[in-house]
Nanobody
Framework: QVQLVESGGGLVQPGGSLRLSCAASGSIFRINVMAWYRQAPGKERELVAQ??????AYADSVKGRFTISRDNAKNTLYLQMNSLKPEDTSVYYC?????????WGQGTQVTVSS
């Protein structure tokens, strides 16, 4: 069983930065697939960034602006978001695939607006 708690969302102006954190309840060093998704009102949930043992992958819309990372010692997943745009406004969810099961955090709101 894995419990995920996101933090770090908020209101930021266009061009600003935020760092999201996702704290896992247990040790994550055995978890191979960790990711961030987002969902805007009226839209489907979409993959933003993923980190696995094979490397990192990003949605085209965030390449060069967002960076996903993990700290196994702190059991935490991060998403550094730079050069934020209004279209990045969404609820961001942490995701883990572990031992054949999907786990989701509760979500954190990111609003990019002047």
């Amino acid at each position: 069983q894995v419990q995920l708690v996101e933090s770090g969302g908020g209101l930021v102006q266009p061009g600003g930065s935020l760092r999201l954190s996702c704290a896992a309840s247990g040790s994550i060093f055995r978890i191979n697939v960790m990711a961030w998704y987002r969902q805007a009102p009226g839209k489907e949930r979409e993959l933003v960034a993923q980190i696995t043992t094979d490397g990192r992958a990003y949605a085209d819309s965030v390449k060069g602006r967002f960076t996903i990372s993990r700290d196994n010692a702190k059991n935490t997943l991060y998403l550094q978001m730079n050069s934020l745009k209004p279209e990045d406004t969404s609820v961001y969810y942490c995701y883990v695939f572990y031992l054949g099961r999907n786990y989701w955090g509760q979500g954190t709101q990111v609003t990019v607006s002047s």
